[in-house]
Structure formats: structure tokens, C-alpha cells
């Protein structure tokens, strides 16, 4: 596995039935020669991308202490296999 740069796909090809092909051949090359790739024209808002990297910065700005109070609350509500009992 050699590349000189990552590949970028444009996701508006994949809509187009004349470009659907070269963006398949493509994205083919990129996860299976490369393993990763970006892709651009997805459709995100470009307000809401900046909306979550700002969101993303001020996380990382907190002190550890509150990051982990944040970290805690989200494993515990995406998490329906955790209990409040503990282990004995």
C-alpha cells in the first residue's frame, strides 16, 4: 500500500449517473488501496461544521476535572447496560 496523498471524492459525483461510475471506481481505489480518503460535498452546512468544531475546541479547553463530569453523564446515557449499583 504506497500514495503520494490522500485521495478526495467529491460526493456530488455519486448523484450524477455519469459520474456515479468514475466516484465508485474511485472510492473503490481510495478504501481499498488507501484505506481512507475525504470527502467533500456532503451536504453538511458549512455553519454547522464550524458550529461543531467550535463546539469541539471549547470541550477541549475545559479543565480535566469537568471534562470527565461531561465524559461520565454521556457513558451513562448512551450506555443502557450501566447500572448505579456497583460490582461487589
Not at 13 to 25: C, E, H, I, N, V
Amino acid at each position: 500500500m504506497s500514495f503520494d496523498t490522500i485521495p478526495i471524492l467529491d460526493l456530488s459525483q455519486a448523484k450524477d449517473p455519469s459520474t456515479k461510475p468514475q466516484f465508485l471506481d474511485e472510492l473503490r481505489h481510495a478504501l481499498l488501496e488507501v484505506g481512507f480518503l475525504y470527502l467533500k460535498n456532503v451536504g453538511i452546512p458549512e455553519e454547522l461544521t464550524q458550529k461543531v468544531i467550535e463546539e469541539g475546541v471549547a470541550f477541549f479547553d475545559l479543565p480535566m476535572e469537568e471534562k470527565y463530569i461531561v465524559l461520565s453523564r454521556l457513558h451513562h446515557t448512551t450506555n443502557p447496560l450501566r447500572t448505579d449499583s456497583k460490582l461487589k
